[in-house]
């Protein structure tokens, strides 16, 4: 089955500054590829996804990137801002899942200091 | 629009003791999920329900768990009996295309 493994697992960044968080996939079905920002108190919120024919995709400070042949995906916060301090999980479904059985990564806690 | 509403947010249970976890998907919405995040590990696939139908069930870790979703609206998810190991952050979900609305969760906490 899928693997999904993720970093960092904690990562700190001063306000203004990017963020990165990794993450690497085992099966090359995998087809479609979401990311999800758990806020504290509450449940993962999708904020980006990207699907398997598509490289790269931004919507204003976030952007995901996928290189299919290294089986790996990342995703970028610009100009961090306090409230992007959360917990951030990617996930990726193979093609012939349904499009909610996902394979998480074990997530990572954003922090951003003022 | 009313998100996914779970209840109770948090249980606190001896070992051996039965919990009923439930779930009140978006209106509409024929997909429903459940997800289970142990000890800040990743979150893990329990089951998929269309409708009131199991489509995959394949996650559900053994027969100690039991989803239903009878008549096709809210679902509850029964342990018993509990186990330690049972411990964790329950989610629900639910979708129509491929954009899942997930829940607060559940914080179970088998003593």
Known sequence: GENVEQHPSTLSVQEGDSAVIKCTYSDSASNYFPWYKQELGKGPQLIIDIRSNVGEKKDQRIAVTLNKTAKHFSLHITETQPEDSAVYFCAAKTGTDSWGKLQFGAGTQVVVTP | ?111
């Not at chain 2, 947010?9 to 999920?33: A, F, M, W």
């Not at chain 2, 100690?64 to 186990?83: D, H, I, M, N, W």
């Not at chain 2, 411990?87 to 979900?93: K, M, Q, R, W």
């Open chain 2, 1 to 111: 629009e009313a998100g996914v509403t779970q209840f109770p947010s948090h249980s606190v249970i001896e070992k051996g003791q039965t919990v009923t976890l439930r779930c009140d998907p978006i209106s509409g919405h024929d997909n429903l999920y459940w997800y289970r995040r142990v000890m800040g590990k990743e979150i893990k696939f329990l089951l998929h329900f269309v409708k009131e139908s199991k489509q995959d069930e394949s996650g559900m870790p053994n027969n100690r768990f039991l989803a239903e979703r009878t008549g096709g609206t809210y679902s509850t998810l029964k342990v018993q009996p509990a186990e330690l190991e049972d411990s964790g952050v329950y989610f629900c979900a639910s979708s129509q295309a491929e954009k899942l609305f997930f829940g607060s969760g559940t914080q179970l906490s088998v003593l």
